[in-house]
């Protein structure tokens, strides 16, 4: 029997914002050839609706009680599951933060998808991929966090293979959707265990509301260590951490809108909602793990943006070094900073990758218009843009700066409050990685806006010829970008552009308590310190990128030198994992598949063609000698019967003359004998 409870509002307002994006991708997916527009503008207004819905949800939730909503799902006798959604603080900030940007990353693709072979389907699966994410967000219990999990999985597999008679994208989505099924798999186990601990996955009961006072507080055993670090390796997946960082880079593939909602409020975050979504199960262990593993893939993924010539694939790498911030901060315990930088920089590295695609675009224009073949995301073939795209380049320069963690900019407010955290906490190796990636970071993103917008513009000196010029985009992505350029400032957040203490979000999110994870206490020197440090550095480093890739004053490493070799490979991890993996499995896959052929496929062969001989052989003696016995006993006889049938004529003559015949034999037989 199914029990309900009355639904409310908030929490219809919630399963209308939940539902309208399946609507749009079953409408667009079975009718978008058929509608006005191939759908874009069902996907576009359905997700709008579905935003203003979390904006009724934000504002009737944030800072005050919880909304909960659930029906009873399963009930073995020993089991009961139930499935329902759940509305706090966390949820109603993901909710909006995540319709936002899909609505403008919407807007955005209806001028920048144009004219695509597959529109409709573009619209239909983006739509699939939101309703994946906010399921996420909404579910009550870990196992539909994880049926949804799975979903935004698939989504993604589809949307980075959207391109799918390239050779490349089939092989990144593939690639993609392996990789995480690895982490999926752990995250299933880590639910087993605590649905064998507890017998329940209801968030509320697991870990009390908003975090605190659940039955996990109150039996901290190292089985629910265990559990959490199986879930976080799930999350370690999803958000390319290392050591399962290898999919992220190779997913640029898809369309550049694609990555940029990908990277900024979807699926990479959600392996960082979920690590926060389960913080009270880790014991300071297991948090020293997560901010071990965060600080290394921060350091990591920065040391390798700096030598990449592909726009997309230095944008990527930054992606995984900023979540790698964001895990770091979780295992420090600086909950509520790591949320409030997944917030920020979910604003402005959206912005980075829909400036991206607006450069990918107008060069795409050139190459058609004048029939060249280049490569439109090599940098090295770039420069000189800010004058021909003026807008894109304001935009991308904000975003840039906010990256970079420089005042006035969200960026600013969120990673400056983790540093400070991080020189606070007892693990000093998780500060200095954390430092140098923000000196990186610096270096890095201007490199990329310097090679790109700054300097000559190379083409033009490749084809001297021709008027290889491109032009600002249009007034829909101009004006998104735009939009995401003002949420990319501190002013969303916070009034005091020097310090991000009092940020609405920051106040609004509260560690969850458990008694052995209490959250780490800022020291008061690093408040003043660190910030002053990071933005000298940061300075520095933009200043040391102004003199290389503008004034041509400075020389950075070489491309003969082991440093940069290491690092523009990636850290060899693809070659590395190839070597470990892929190429043993390979080999294991092709003697499966001799051993399938020539032994299990012979012997089932032989044992046929034996039969088949045998059979033969049956069939002979029963067509040759059998039924040749047969059929010759009867040709005898009829042979006999017809000769004797002969003397049987009825005439008397021939009787007369047979009984004369018999007569002179007998006499003459009497006479020899």
Known sequence: MIETVQLTMITGAALLA????????????????????????????????????????????????????????????????????????????????????????????????????????????????????????????????????????????????????????????????????????????????????????????????????????????????????????GAVAKSAQFPLHVWLPDAMEGPTSVSSLIHAATMVAAGVYLTARVFPLFSPEALNVIAIIGALTSFMAASIALTQNDLKKVLAYS???????????????????????????????????????????????????????????????????????????????????????????????????????????????VPVLLTLTTVFTSFYIFRLIFKVFWSENKLAGLYPDLNVKPHES????????????????????????????????????????????????????????????TVLFSLAMIYLAFRAYV????????????FYKFSFNAWYFDQLYAVLFVQPLMRFAGFVKWFDVKVVDGIVNGAANLVLGFSAIIDWIDRNIIDGFVNGLALLVGKIGNFFRGFQTGRVQNYMALGVLGLILIVVLSYIF
């Open 18 to 233: 939940l539902v309208l994006p399946l609507l749009s991708f079953l409408i667009i997916g079975f009718w978008g050839n058929q509608l006005p527009r191939k759908g874009d503008w069902i996907a576009v207004s359905f997700t709008f609706i579905s935003f203003v819905a979390s904006s009724y949800c934000f504002i009737n939730t944030w800072n005050q009680k919880v909304h909960h909503f659930s029906i009873n799902w399963l009930n073995t006798g020993i089991i009961k599951l139930s499935a329902g959604i759940s509305i706090d603080n966390l949820a109603a900030l993901m909710l909006v933060l995540v319709t936002f940007i899909t609505t403008l990353v919407l807007i955005y693709s209806m001028e920048y998808m144009k004219g695509e072979r597959y529109y409709h389907r573009y619209f239909s699966h983006l739509s699939l991929f939101l309703f994946s994410m906010l399921g996420v967000v909404l579910a009550d219990s870990l196992l539909l966090i994880y049926i949804f999990w799975e979903l935004v999985g698939f989504s993604s597999y589809l949307l980075i293979g959207f391109w799918f008679d390239r050779d490349t994208a089939a092989a990144a989505n593939k690639k993609a959707f392996i990789v995480n099924r690895i982490g999926d798999i752990a995250f299933f186990v880590g639910i087993m265990i605590l649905l064998t601990q507890f017998r329940t996955l209801d968030l509320n009961i697991l870990f009390g509301v908003e975090g605190s006072g659940g039955i996990v507080q109150h039996s901290s055993t190292h089985i629910n260590t265990i559990a959490g670090l199986c879930i976080f390796a």
């Open 319 to 429: 992606t995984i070094s900023q979540l790698g911030i964001m895990m770091a901060a979780m295992g420090i315990g600086a909950w509520p900073m790591a949320l409030f930088h997944l917030v920020t920089h979910a604003f402005f590295k959206c912005l980075l990758f829909l400036g991206a695609g607006s450069v990918i675009h107008q060069l795409h224009h050139v190459q058609h218009k004048h029939h060249l073949d280049f490569d439109p995301q090599d940098m090295r073939l770039m420069g000189g843009l800010k004058k021909d795209m003026p807008i894109t380049y304001a935009v991308f320069l904000v975003a840039g700066l906010a990256l970079s963690g420089l005042p006035l900019f969200s960026g600013y407010l969120s990673k400056d409050l983790i540093l400070i955290e991080a020189w606070s906490s007892k693990l000093i190796l």
């Open 474 to 533: 249009g007034s829909l992505m101009t004006g998104t970008m735009i939009v995401l350029a003002v949420c990319s400032t501190f002013i969303i957040f916070s009034f005091n552009p020097m310090h991000g203490t009092h940020s609405w979000v920051i106040e609004g999110l509260k560690t969850p308590v458990n008694p052995l994870n209490s959250p780490s206490v800022a020291l008061e020197t690093a408040e003043l310190w660190v910030p002053i440090t």
């Open 551 to 562: 004034q041509q004053k400075a020389t950075f490493l070489s491309e003969h030198n082991f």
